[in-house]
């Protein structure tokens, strides 16, 4: 299982960025993906999750109306496109999912908001 974000960098409040992870060695179709995101100092948390037929759930409250999680099943790649961001939004934003009780972890990419 390997998963690869990209997408991260540095952006001024107000402005928006897409992230993207593209997943290999699994189907991807059949599993939940989630988006987490790690700030410096505190725990990991969720951000967003899309069921395998692209259900949506789990949306931390803080990003609802800002985030839209999708997925390409065809390109094996899911997204979360990020609106609005605040310097509270800054962290290392990582791509998950699980398989027969294991968690697999993308290397993460870095999110700035700053101006």
């Known amino acids: 299982v390997q998963l690869v974000e990209s997408g991260g960098g540095l952006v001024q409040p107000g402005g928006s960025l897409r992230l993207s992870c593209v997943a290999s060695?699994?189907?991807?179709?059949?599993?939940?993906m989630k988006w987490y995101r790690q700030a410096p100092g505190k725990e990991r948390e969720l951000v967003a999750a899309?069921?395998?037929?692209?259900?949506?759930?789990n949306v931390k409250d803080s990003v609802k109306g800002r985030f839209t999680i999708s997925r390409d099943n065809a390109k094996n790649t899911v997204y979360l496109q990020m609106g609005s961001l605040q310097p509270e939004d800054t962290a290392v934003y990582y791509c998950?999912?699980?398989?027969?009780?294991?968690?697999?972890w993308g290397q993460g990419t870095q999110v700035t908001v700053s101006s």
């Open positions: 899309i069921t395998s037929v692209g259900g949506i759930t």
């Open positions: 998950n999912t699980r398989i027969i009780f294991q968690n697999y």
């Open positions: 060695g699994f189907t991807f179709s059949s599993y939940t």
